[in-house]
T-cell receptor, first 116, second 110 residues
Framework: GAGVSQSPRYKVAKRGQDVALRCDPI?????LFWYQQALGQGPEFLTY????????KSGLPSDRFFAERPEGSVSTLKIQRTQQEDSAVYLC??????????????FGPGTRLTVL | EDQVTQSPEALRLQEGESSSLNCSYT??????LFWYRQDPGKGPEFLFT???AGEEKEKERLKATLTKKESFLHITAPKPEDSATYLC???????????FGPGTRLSVLP
């Protein structure tokens, strides 16, 4: 596909359940980012990969959040023992290089997670 | 700490009524400032990148400008299809991630 895709688009989880969110970046894009977006707010950074290396995970809110990109393409964001405060839209973005002038990030449609 | 604020929080315009959205930022070395459009239920859609003060970019009815402390998104003769949330983000030289503002919700009434 031409753009970033994410699955599932919607996920409802019971409190305490583990969830896995998938991101397929644009083919050939080196950099991959995960953001969390609360209702009515701008996206907030969670973590960043360059190829398969996770170079920045400073935005992950707790050790229940884990992300991986083992082959440098598809990425998975895993949330263990979900809590109600984890309810948000999780956005994935990719960019060609991450350095100007190729540092525009292109976003997927997001996964809306609702924790009951 | 890098910060971005946007004003107004929400804006209602009549079709054809031009206006400007503001993005104010503080960043430790600006690598780039980015404008995105976000429609309900969708991910942000890239509009512009600005790299240095004085730079301007245009696309259809939109024009983005940049100073050392803020950026403006000017909307000329808007149409109802311009209704969306407009997000501003900055990237510093010291990291790869974007720091986003809260957005401006624009409604253009026919």
């Amino acid at each position: 596909g031409a753009g970033v895709s994410q699955s599932p688009r919607y996920k409802v989880a019971k409190r305490g359940q583990d969830v896995a969110l998938r991101c397929d970046p644009i083919s050939g894009h080196v950099s991959l980012f995960w953001y969390q977006q609360a209702l009515g707010q701008g996206p907030e950074f969670l973590t960043y990969f360059q190829n398969e290396a996770q170079l920045d995970k400073s935005g992950l809110p707790s050790d229940r959040f884990f992300a991986e990109r083992p082959e440098g393409s598809v990425s998975t964001l895993k949330i263990q023992r979900t809590q109600q405060e984890d309810s948000a839209v999780y956005l994935c973005a990719s960019s060609q290089k991450g350095l100007a002038p190729y540092n525009e990030q292109f976003f997927g449609p997001g996964t809306r997670l609702t924790v009951l | 700490e890098d910060q971005v604020t946007q004003s107004p929080e929400a804006l209602r315009l009549q079709e054809g009524e031009s206006s400007s959205l503001n993005c104010s930022y503080t960043v430790s070395g600006l690598r780039g400032l980015f404008w995105y459009r976000q429609d309900p239920g969708k991910g942000p859609e890239f509009l512009f990148t600005l790299y240095s003060a004085g730079e301007e970019k245009e696309k259809e009815r939109l024009k983005a400008t940049l100073t050392k402390k803020e950026s403006f998104l000017h909307i000329t003769a808007p149409k109802p299809e311009d209704s969306a949330t407009y997000l501003c983000a900055v990237q510093s030289f010291y990291g790869q991630n974007f720091v986003f503002g809260p957005g401006t919700r624009l409604s253009v009434l026919p």
